[in-house]
C-alpha cells in the first residue's frame, strides 16, 4: 500500500500569517480579506499572529510577498487582488506576471504562498467571487456554487501548513 500524505486545514498552527493584499480594486480585495482574517480566526489564529501588507495594485503583490517569505516568519502568505479585464490586455499581462511570480516564490522557499488574486472578465464576476461563502471546491460537484476566494485560500493555507509538516525532509 503506498504512503499517502494529506493536509488537515481544520486546526490552527502555531506560526504567523502575512497576508498582502492589492489597494486596487479595494472594494472586491476588502470582502476577499475580511473573509481571510474570519476563517484564520475562526480555525483559531489568533488576530495578532495575522499581518496584512497593503500593496498599490496586484502586480506589486509578488515583490512583497516575496520579502515576508524571506524574511522566515511565517507559516504562510496569503495573496489576495482582483484583475478585471478592460478595454485592452493589460489584465493579462499582470495575470501572468504575478501567478509565475508567486509560484516561484513558494517554490523557492519551500512555503505556502496562495494565489487569491481573482482574474475575471467583469465586475459582477469578481463581486461574486468575493461574497461571504466559501465557494465548492473544484467546479465538478453537485452543489457548486461562487463564494470568497480570500476564504477558500485560508482554508487551503492551512492544509498546506499541515501536509508540509508531514512531509519527508531532507
Known sequence: MPNVYEGNGEAATAGRFAIVVSRFNQSITSRLLDGAVQTLVARGVADDR???????????????????????????????????????????????????????????????VLFGILTCDTLEQAVARSGGQAATTGKDGSDVHLGNKGVDCAHAALEMIDLMAKLPKE
Open 50 to 112: 495575522i499581518d496584512v501588507a497593503w500593496t498599490p495594485g496586484a502586480f506589486e503583490i509578488p515583490t512583497v510577498a516575496n520579502q515576508l517569505a524571506a524574511c522566515g516568519r511565517y507559516a504562510a502568505v496569503i495573496c489576495l487582488g482582483a484583475v478585471i479585464h478592460g478595454e485592452t490586455p493589460h489584465d493579462q499581462h499582470i495575470n501572468r506576471a504575478v501567478s509565475s511570480a508567486l509560484c516561484e516564490i513558494g517554490v523557492h522557499y519551500g512555503l505556502p
